[in-house]
C-alpha cells in the first residue's frame, strides 16, 4: 500500500525557519518525481515545489522561490522542504503528493500544519 | 485570486446531477490536460480525474470528467451524500511553467 507521511510542521516566528518532511512507503519511491501542495486556512490548494526523481530539476511557486528549498534522499525514500523567511501568508497544512505526470498526483499524504505567527 | 475560475459552491439533492465548471486559458486548460482533485479538509486529496476525462481504478463512473476549448467540467451523477467535499481543477500553465489550481468548489448535498 503506498502511503505518505508528512512531519515536521508546528508554530514558527515571522521570519524564522522549518524544515518540513515526507516519508514513502510502499512504492519505488525513486521512480517517482514528488510534490509540495499547500492549503492555507480557508483558501484553496496551492502548488509549492516539485523535484525530479534525481533531484537534477527543481521548480517553485513565484510566492516561495528564494525562500524555500525542495530536496530528497532516495536512500531514506524521504522528501524534504526547506523552508526560510517565514511569513504569516505561509500558513497552511502542507501536502507531499506523488507525481505521475505534470500535475497528475496519485497519492497525497495527510498533510502537516505550519504556523507562523508572533 | 486563482488562475483557474471555478464557482465558489454548488449544490444539489441526491440522486441528482451536479456540473462544476473550471474556466482557464490558452496558457494552461487550452493546451494542456485538466486533473480534478476531491478533498475533505484535513484529508488527503483523492484524484478523481487525470488527463481531461480519465478515471483512476477505484473512482466510481459517476464522475465524468471533459473540455472544451479553455474550460472544463466535472460532473457528478446520482449524487450521494458522502460525495460532500470540495473540488478543485487542475492543470500545467505553460506562462508560469507551473501546475495551477481552481479555487475550489464546495459540494453540498441537501
Redesign the interface.
Known amino acids: 500500500e503506498v502511503q505518505?507521511v508528512e512531519s515536521g510542521g508546528g508554530l514558527v516566528k515571522p521570519g524564522g525557519s522549518l524544515r518540513l518532511s515526507c516519508v514513502g512507503s510502499g512504492f519505488s519511491f525513486s521512480s517517482y518525481s514528488m510534490?509540495w501542495?499547500r492549503?492555507a486556512p480557508g483558501k484553496?490548494?496551492?502548488?509549492v515545489s516539485?523535484i525530479s526523481t534525481s533531484s537534477s530539476y527543481e521548480?517553485?511557486?513565484?510566492s516561495v522561490k528564494g525562500r524555500f528549498t525542495i530536496s530528497r534522499d532516495n536512500a531514506k525514500n524521504s522528501l524534504f522542504l526547506q523552508m526560510n523567511s517565514l511569513r504569516a501568508e505561509d500558513t497552511a497544512?502542507y501536502?507531499c503528493?506523488r507525481e505521475?505526470?505534470?500535475?497528475?498526483?496519485?497519492?497525497?499524504?495527510?498533510?502537516t500544519l505550519v504556523t507562523v505567527s508572533s | 485570486q486563482s488562475v483557474l475560475t471555478q464557482p465558489p459552491s454548488a449544490s444539489g439533492t441526491p440522486g441528482q446531477r451536479v456540473t462544476i465548471s473550471c474556466s482557464g486559458s490558452s496558457s494552461n486548460i487550452g493546451t494542456n490536460y485538466v486533473y480534478w482533485y476531491q478533498h475533505l479538509p484535513g484529508t488527503a486529496p483523492k484524484l478523481l480525474i487525470y488527463r481531461d476525462n480519465q478515471r483512476p481504478s477505484g473512482v466510481p463512473d459517476r464522475f465524468s470528467g471533459s473540455k472544451s476549448g479553455t474550460s472544463a467540467s466535472l460532473a457528478i451523477s446520482g449524487l450521494r451524500s458522502e460525495d460532500e467535499a470540495d473540488f478543485y481543477c487542475a492543470a500545467w500553465d505553460d506562462s508560469l511553467s507551473g501546475p495551477v489550481f481552481g479555487g475550489g468548489t464546495k459540494l453540498t448535498v441537501l
Open positions: 505518505l510534490n501542495v492549503q484553496g490548494l496551492e502548488w516539485s521548480n517553485y511557486a513565484d497544512v501536502y503528493a505521475v505526470g505534470r500535475v497528475w498526483y496519485d497519492y497525497w499524504g495527510q498533510g
